[in-house]
DNA sequence: CGATGTCTTGACCAAGTTCAAAGCGCGTGG
DNA sequence: CCACGCGCTTTGAACTTGGTCAAGACATCG
């Protein structure tokens, strides 16, 4: 278990640009706040402020609520990941952990804020969002525009692309999330994302054990399945 | 039909911040450049570099295309918005009006390098961004979890907010924008978006003239089907 | 006023959802 | 350490929504 002071250290070394004042981290580090959490544990973000989450330990996942019973997972975020948190808007934004999970929140004007003369901070929180919004686009074509088989290869192979967790082989990941949050994530049901799994399985593209551990048998084939569509979410 | 001098002029007074100082403008005019696209033109911006476009007349669509001849409309763009256009990444995106259309086009790091010490432009970059990345989201949820139906309604009022086109009242709106380029920002057919349209006519929710206009009828309903309940628990 | 491309409508089909029940992994407690 | 039971997952069958194919209607433009 990180304190503050190790969680910060690392948010520097692997995210902050490496020719920052002093003075400019000095600034950011009383903005940011450790939080850890316990699986299913919610970090809520009052206010209309956005913030920006780095991941250090664990996994998470940013939910939108609707009316009705209805949730969309809008993204997820894997260790060393810095994940954009919309503040209070017309929909309401939660970030869930998937399990227990360490990160550093960052309120976004503390970015700005913090940012000096030469606003190099300013720019990561441009370069960060810009990638946030390329992985949103890609999110909303995988929706409009793929079949359940697509969405969950590329689900898949989006996983193995973010390391999504240990893994023993190159060939293996643990998902973090179950089925309901996958399902949530690619707008299909539960049902259907199981009855996917099952018959790539099948057609021997992948081999799971236990609930969540994952082996992928045939890369190409499952590169074929997703449309050739890395989409990350 | 508007020079170079009053488009920016235009963009100026209406988007950026009114403290720049006049360096800061300068820098900014000198990277900066007017499109004037005919209906159906395209704006490619090649290279790695991402783009803000000001939309000054017109409208315009930012199509993602795929393998397949399938395509998503990813954003629409009206008069007095901006909108933010990916350099070449995974998939390749591009600006198509929908018909005469005036804009500026401005190279992100442009805007980045225009800045001055005080980097209001970032800023406002940021902001912008992080405007665009909020649309899409909503736009993810959308298409993960709205029937058509909700789409349809929901992109009517999405167009009367954004005042889309000259309305005669209040309650008319001409849609720029085909039966093909609604469906493929749906994420539906366009057999399907007929349909729907055709459906909430006979409840009465809207009327329809000619191909393109449209007038609610009922606007409390039209929220209704657009899944904008508001007292849902 | 006629040609052309867009839009609408219908019949049929397939993908995915819903509802229901059985199976199985995993943590708990004996 | 194994048995138990809960809850997640898988599977099945009926159903619904939206997609596909095809034909006819209608605006809009020359």
Same mark, same amino acid.
């Given at each position: ?29 009383q ?11 919610h ?8 913030h ?27 260790p ?7 503040? %209070?808007?017309? $929909?309401?934004?939660? /970030?869930?952990?998937?399990? *227990?999970? @360490?990160? +550093? =929140? ?6 700005l ?13 441009i ?8 992985? %949103?686009?890609? $999110?909303?074509i995988? /929706?409009?525009?793929?079949? *359940?088989? @697509?969405? +969950? =290869? ?18 293996t ?39 969540s ?21």
């Amino acid at each position: 278990m990180n304190d503050f002071i190790d969680l910060f250290d690392e948010f520097d070394r692997r995210i902050l640009p490496h020719h920052l004042t002093d003075a400019d981290i000095l600034r950011l580090r009383q903005k940011a706040f450790a939080l850890h959490l316990r699986a299913q544990g919610h970090a809520d973000f009052a206010g209309p402020e956005d913030h920006f989450a780095y991941v250090a330990k664990g996994a998470v996942k940013l939910v939108a609520y609707l009316s009705g019973s209805r949730e969309q997972i809008v993204a997820f975020g894997f260790p060393r990941e810095l994940i954009h948190i919309p503040g %209070s808007g017309p $929909n309401g934004f939660s /970030l869930i952990a998937l399990e *227990a999970t @360490e990160l +550093l =929140a960052i309120p976004a004007d503390g970015l700005l804020a913090a940012s000096g003369k030469d606003s190099t901070l300013l720019r990561l929180a441009i370069e960060q969002t810009i990638l946030a919004l390329g992985r %949103s686009r890609a $999110n909303s074509i995988m /929706l409009g525009t793929h079949s *359940a088989r @697509e969405r +969950l =290869a590329g689900f898949l192979l989006a996983m193995f692309e973010r390391g999504a967790c240990h893994r023993a082989s190159p060939e293996t990941i643990r998902l973090p999330m179950s089925r309901a949050e996958i399902s949530d994530s690619l707008g299909l049901t539960i049902e259907t994302v199981s009855r996917q799994f099952s018959e790539m399985r099948n057609l021997g593209l992948i081999e799971t054990t236990g609930r969540s551990i994952v082996t992928v048998r045939d890369w190409e084939g499952l590169a074929h399945a997703a449309g050739h569509m890395p989409a990350a979410a």
